[in-house]
């Protein structure tokens, strides 16, 4: 049985015979000797070729492969404080399995020349760690919703109605008709809070953005959950311990791709719950003190979100926005029905928007009303309003950007290195 590379770097594997499969990440003749630095989905660990040791032939082939050829090599594990990873293996049998010839990928590529060869770019080192913690991320999220009792569940992606707004549906050809690309899954979950109460779903979310930001993709991975009986509130507490569980679970299994990346550990250490709650009027305060330009009523764009989040080092909730900012079906707070019982959870560090949610509209006059004030026409959206007819509840939900989500914890530059293959205004290729 091959072992993987990881697994054999330490004392334990000192004069043991191994076996590895990987691919050459680096390669270095010295006379009659040949360095290779061997990958694979673990780590890399320096192994050395003699001439002597293995057929002609073969050390001729292994003198003439490049970079990412792979290869299948038997040998004996030895310490070497000099080699990349502390041991080293002296090969004693090895094949190439398949060649590889001037891999396009050096140093000092261009990030369009890395992102037109994502196919290849995917299996660096930088890309291996991120991929690592996207798949913790995903999986401790699953976790999480799996204990609270929430319901999986899925929505359709061809729809016929928006959920945050015309501007950025993309439309689709449908058998002579036309139908777009879901924006969100919310209306469908809130309808399935009536079979199952507490659902959520992790699906894709379809967005013609035009802006070019840090954060914005066109098509990116919405977790996305709905919850009868819930207020604000109780939403904002499920939320706070799902990023918490999820940020717990990174630390334990991902620290060393976190290294790996130079991410700030502590900073993620400290994250404490409850999260700090602030009203959007001190927010807008709070942004006015640090010369952040904007006013009481403007929406948070993403240049603001940066400024303002760069004082903080903890996620922040911001509730209770005025409702005109804000899609239809937010609930207006009964105290105050100028602001709507909503929140967005701010990352720090200049990240910001990674969910939105609050409580939904649950009264069928409040819901029709809002939708006379956005212009909008109650028989587009008839499935969604039936639910205020037949047995409404309060109801609260949110969602999570897991793309943006995974570019925060992984402290990344730009929200493209968090996604195998990013789709933006100007690429969807490869
Ligand atoms: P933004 O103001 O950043 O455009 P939004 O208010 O449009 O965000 P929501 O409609 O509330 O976002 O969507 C819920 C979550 O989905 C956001 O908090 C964010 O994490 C994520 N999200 C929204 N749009 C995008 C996008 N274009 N690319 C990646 N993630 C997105
Ligand atoms: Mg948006």
Redesign the pocket.
């Known amino acids: 049985m091959a072992q993987q590379i990881e697994e054999i770097l330490n004392d334990e594997f000192v004069g043991k015979k191994v076996e590895l499969r990987g691919w050459i990440y680096r390669k270095r003749r010295v006379g009659k000797l040949i360095f290779i630095v061997l990958r694979d989905s673990t780590d890399i660990v320096q192994c050395v070729v003699e001439k002597r040791k293995i057929p002609e032939e073969t050390f001729k082939l292994l003198d003439k492969v490049g970079v990412e050829s792979s290869l299948v090599l038997k040998g004996t594990v030895r310490k070497e404080e000099r080699a990349p990873t502390g041991y080293e293996v002296d090969v004693e049998e090895i094949a190439v399995v398949g060649p590889s010839y001037n891999f396009p990928i050096s140093k000092d590529k261009s990030d369009e020349f890395l992102l037109d060869n994502r196919h290849l770019w995917v299996r660096s080192r930088e890309m291996n760690a991120i991929l690592k913690i996207r798949h913790t991320v995903f999986k401790a999220l699953h976790e999480f919703f799996r204990d609270r009792g929430y319901y999986e569940t899925q929505g359709p992606m061809f729809v016929t109605g928006a959920v945050?707004g015309g501007s950025t549906l993309f439309e689709v050809p449908y058998f002579g008709k036309k139908v777009y690309l879901t924006?969100?899954s919310q209306f469908y979950l809130e309808t399935l809070i009536f079979s199952l109460e507490k659902v959520y779903t992790v699906a894709p979310?379809f967005?013609a953005?035009k802006s070019r930001t840090r954060?914005?993709?066109?098509e990116?991975w919405?977790a996305e959950a709905e919850a009868a009986w819930y207020h604000n509130d109780d939403m904002m507490r499920d939320e706070e311990d799902m990023i918490v569980h999820i940020i717990q679970r990174v630390l334990e299994e991902r620290k060393k791709e976190l290294k790996y990346l130079n991410r700030d550990i502590e900073l993620l250490q400290n994250i404490e719950k409850p999260f700090e709650r602030m009203r959007y009027e001190k927010l807008i305060n709070f942004a006015q003190e640090h010369g952040v330009n904007i006013e009481y009523g403007d929406?948070?764009?993403?240049d603001e979100e940066t400024a303002i989040t760069k004082h903080f080092n903890a996620p922040v909730f911001i509730t209770h926005y005025p409702r005109e900012i804000k899609p239809f079906y937010h609930r207006p707070d009964p105290d105050n029905p100028n602001v709507i019982l909503c929140h967005?959870?701010l990352a720090p560090e200049g990240y910001?928007?990674?969910?939105?949610?609050g409580e939904r509209i649950y009264k069928l006059e409040v819901l029709l009303q809002r939708m006379e004030e956005e212009g909008l026409n109650p028989e587009d959206y008839y499935w969604y309003v039936d639910l205020r007819k037949y047995g409404s509840v309060p109801h609260a939900g949110f969602?999570?950007?897991m793309?943006?989500?995974v570019w925060w914890i992984a402290g990344l530059s730009h929200?493209k290195y968090a996604i195998p293959y990013p789709r933006t205004i100007r690429r969807t290729k490869p």
Not at 215 to 218: A, K, S, V
Not at 352 to 357: A, L
């Open positions: 945050e924006q969100s979310s967005r953005e954060r914005h993709l066109t990116y919405h929406d948070l764009g993403a967005d959870l910001g928007e990674i969910i939105g949610g969602g999570l950007g793309d943006r989500f929200i």
